[in-house]
């Protein structure tokens, strides 16, 4: 099993650009969950899907976050338009049926915005 | 509502040491949990996680954990610390639907 697969890996961009992040979940799993990581506020989660619908979008900070998960193995974070403060590494994790909900996690996005 | 609150945000103990890791819960439901381990540029790696059954929990690279409901604790424990074992540990707890809450975590900090 491949595992939870990001990508990039790094992301440098400037301020105003627009960022896209990308996650393959575990096949099989029909939970995705987008956490941004960073010093001052540690794991935050952003978003869930369950079988590919946004549940608990709360931890979105703004509307120039959005979501989408248009299939069962494909979802992407987009940051429209980003600013320095969104610097931070971003993890994707999937998890199976409940009710133990284990969740595996991909090895981060780390972006950093100039 | 759940919640977790991780004692002390950076541990630090001698290689050979007792580890101990502070996990305190709160649930209105029989509680899932789990303590991750998160070693630099890396993500999230799970432990060990309790769902039902036995209260102590052995999960990997010898740590094992005890649920203790009357003092909604969850504990991490290891005998001897190692180098290897430096990095930053977070509880967990199951939330409403399939989402888990995470604590604020804590570093472990190993030195020889």
């Known amino acids: 099993d491949a595992g939870v697969i990001q990508s990039p890996r790094h992301e440098v961009t400037e301020m105003g650009q627009e960022v896209t992040l990308r996650c393959k979940p575990i096949?099989?799993?029909?939970?995705l969950f987008w956490y941004r990581q960073t010093m001052m506020r540690g794991l935050e989660l952003l978003i869930y899907?369950?079988?590919?619908?946004?549940?608990?979008d709360s931890g979105m900070p703004e509307d120039r976050f959005s979501a989408k998960m248009p299939n069962a193995s494909f979802s992407t974070l987009k940051i429209q338009p980003s600013e320095p403060r969104d610097s931070a590494v971003y993890f994707c994790?999937?998890?199976?049926?409940?009710?133990?909900?284990?969740?595996?996690f991909g090895p981060g996005t780390r972006l950093t915005v100039l | 509502a759940q919640s977790v609150t991780q004692l002390g945000s950076h541990v630090s103990v001698s290689e050979g040491a007792l580890v101990l890791l502070r996990c305190n819960y709160s649930?209105?439901?029989?509680?899932?949990l789990f303590w991750y381990v998160q070693y630099p540029n890396q993500g999230l790696q799970l432990l060990l996680k309790?769902?039902?059954?036995?209260?102590l929990v052995k999960g990997i690279n010898g740590f094992e954990a005890e649920f203790k409901k009357s003092e909604t604790s969850f504990h991490l424990t290891k005998p001897s610390a190692h180098m290897s074992d430096a990095a930053e540990y977070f509880c967990?707890?199951?939330?409403?639907?399939?989402?888990?809450?995470f604590g604020k975590g804590t570093t472990l900090s190993v030195s020889s």
């Open positions: 994790a999937s998890s199976g049926r409940a009710p133990y909900n284990e969740q595996f």
């Open positions: 096949s099989g799993h029909n939970s």
């Open positions: 899907f369950n079988n590919n619908v946004p549940i608990d």
């Open positions: 649930s209105s439901v029989p509680p899932y």
């Open positions: 309790y769902t039902t059954g036995a209260t």
């Open positions: 967990a707890v199951e939330g409403a639907g399939t989402a888990l809450i």
